[in-house]
């Protein structure tokens, strides 16, 4: 069985807090100081020290920040069609990543202003969301050979970050994966170990909430090995 996706992946250096003192960030050719790097207002970002914010939403207490996407950007690649054509969607978790809120705002980059709030825990690193584009998550990629059977891949999809396709977690076998594509929920965003280096965080909707921009009662889970 194959779905539609919209994937992204990581710009090319990540960026964590100027507060954090480390040298092995320092030593690391793709890590940079968020004092040294540009960024402009309004671009999809994952995790970091800073997310724009438009007036009327704040930073919630007690979370950091996993995602802002600008959704005209991603708008483009929805074959579904259930995702607004414009403005914002903003992520943010608790330390476990098994709760969290998420915002939607309809404003443009003149709008926002940029919140800072400088941590170590999950998602300290940031990255811009470089390349969106259409793809296809096929759930046969979930298996692989073992001499001469299929057996279930446990981390298969684990390094992809999308939006829709099939639900990952590196801890649930194949009936616990299988149970959740037929249920009522898609997956709102996936963010993988290509930006986070270990673990995926998930969130997921129900197709009725997110026609109705309804964002109150999503599902977080992070899952790691």
Not at 72 to 80: E, S, V
Not at 167 to 173: D, E, F, I, R, S
Request: glycine fraction near 8%; proline fraction near 3%.
């Amino acid at each position: 069985m194959k779905e539609s996706v919209i994937r992204f992946t990581p710009s090319e250096k990540s960026y964590y807090a100027k507060s954090i003192e480390s040298d092995f960030l320092r030593s690391q050719e793709n890590y940079i100081s968020s004092e040294l790097i540009h960024v402009p207002i309004g671009k999809s970002l994952i995790g970091g020290p800073f997310v724009d914010l438009p007036e009327g939403i704040e930073y919630p207490e007690g979370h950091t920040f996993v995602a802002q996407l600008k959704l005209k950007d991603f708008a483009k690649f929805d074959a579904r069609s259930l995702l607004p054509q414009s403005g914002y969607l903003y992520f943010f978790t608790t330390e476990y990543g098994e709760t969290g809120k998420v915002f939607y705002a309809d404003v443009s980059e003149s709008q926002l202003r940029r919140v800072t709030k400088e941590h170590e825990q999950n998602f300290f690193l940031g990255n811009v969301a470089q390349d969106i584009f259409a793809d296809v998550d096929d759930l046969a990629k979930r298996y692989s050979t073992q001499g001469d059977n299929l057996e279930w891949d446990y981390f298969a999809g684990s390094n992809v970050s999308k939006i829709y396709g099939y639900y990952t977690h590196c801890q649930y076998g194949e009936a616990e994966i299988l149970a959740r594509t037929q249920d009522d929920f898609l997956v709102l965003l996936q963010v993988g170990e290509d930006f986070t280096g270990e673990g995926v965080q998930s969130v997921r909707i129900t197709r009725e909430r997110l026609l109705n921009r309804d964002f109150g009662d999503c599902l977080f889970e992070w899952g790691q090995s």
